[in-house]
Nanobody, 124 residues
Framework: QVHLVESGGGLVQAGGSLRLSCAAS????????MGWFRQAPGKEREFVAA????????TYVDSVKGRFTIARDNGKNTMTLQMNSLKPEDTAVYYC?????????????????WGPGTQVSVSS
């Protein structure tokens, strides 16, 4: 059983930056690929970014490419999402998730463990 907790959310103006963190416990962190998802009010949860077990492979949704960077530190059991040039449409609850697959995957259904989420709000 892997326990995930996100942190780093908050309110920021458009064009600003935030860095989200995901702390993992209860399992061997490097046994899992990891992902970030987000859910805006009234919308379905959507994929944002994912990273392989080693950190060597990443994938992003088109809308955040060039603005967001996913990374992980297997020695510290943490994953981060650096978000730059934030836009109001990035406003959502952001979730980290772990999958037993070793490669980065974008399908919500492939993930086995989820954190409770952290709110990111971007004002215009």
């Amino acid at each position: 059983q892997v326990h995930l907790v996100e942190s780093g959310g908050g309110l920021v103006q458009a064009g600003g930056s935030l860095r989200l963190s995901c702390a993992a416990s209860g399992g061997v962190f490097s046994n899992y690929a990891m992902g970030w998802f987000r859910q805006a009010p009234g919308k379905e949860r959507e994929f944002v970014a994912a990273i392989s077990w080693s950190g060597g492979h990443t994938t992003y949704v088109d809308s955040v490419k060039g603005r967001f960077t996913i990374a992980r530190d297997n020695g510290k059991n943490t994953m981060t999402l650096q978000m730059n040039s934030l836009k109001p449409e990035d406003t959502a609850v952001y979730y980290c998730a772990a999958t037993k697959m070793l490669s980065p995957v974008a399908s919500l259904n492939d993930y086995d463990y989820w954190g409770p989420g952290t709110q990111v709000s971007v004002s215009s």
